[in-house]
């Protein structure tokens, strides 16, 4: 699916993030929306070898893998008319060109009551990608977290970020991948006294 094509003849669009853009969407919109979707869980296994990792150390970001059962919370975000084309077209080289991740159109369903699901367009990095790293123990995705840095900061910061997301917004939910892996990064933490966990932000949204 090509940002053409979804663009054409909409003046209205929902994109849903369940990674960084949770926090940090970087891009104009009407309004937002924590919700989930079903048939996908969340999981560290694509790489990421420019902006929380390099081509060395490629660091772990989040994307989403089918399975029947799953929900996966995030953020959706509405924009309309210019919003959808210069937001489309920013997340083309973030997303796409930068991250390698494909395009869906999935089924979002938002925590405030209201009429229902809406249609949002996500963004998801399959293993067909040159830097999928796949499945790996929560111990090893951890430290390998521990040591990346990329571009636009450290990769404990996207971890931590994510899992202050799931928190403040979502605090009826437990992912347990997410806090697992934060639970193992923060005992490699404790035990070199190495990197300082960001501090928290208020208003994430």
């Not at 150390?57 to 989040?62: A, D, L």
């Not at 059962?69 to 077209?89: N, R």
């Not at 123990?137 to 990346?148: G, L, R, S, V």
Request: charged residues 25%; aromatic residues 10%; negative net charge.
């Amino acid at each position: 699916m090509k940002p053409q094509d979804i663009i054409k003849e909409k003046s209205s669009l929902w994109i849903f993030g369940y990674g960084s853009l949770v926090w940090k969407p970087d891009f104009a919109y009407r309004r937002s929306k924590v919700g989930f979707i079903k048939g996908y869980k969340r999981r560290f296994w694509h790489g990421d070898d420019f902006y929380r990792g390099d081509k060395l150390k490629p660091g772990r970001v989040v994307t989403l893998v089918e399975e029947e059962d799953a929900c996966t919370w995030g953020v959706a975000y509405e924009v309309t008319d210019s919003q959808v084309e210069e937001s489309l077209q920013y997340l083309n080289v973030r997303e796409v060109e930068g991250g390698g991740y494909v395009t869906e159109m999935v089924e979002f369903t938002p925590r405030e009551k209201g009429p229902g699901t809406l249609s949002a367009l996500v963004y998801i990095a399959t293993s067909d990608n040159p830097i999928y790293l796949g499945p790996a123990p929560d111990q090893e995705i951890a430290a390998q977290i521990a040591i990346c840095r990329g571009s636009t900061g450290h990769n404990v910061e996207y971890l931590v970020r994510l899992a202050e997301f799931m928190r403040l917004c979502c605090p009826e939910e437990h992912d347990e991948h997410l806090f697992s892996i934060e639970a193992a990064l923060l005992n490699i933490l404790r035990d070199c006294g190495g990197i300082k966990s960001p501090e928290p932000k208020s208003g994430l949204l």
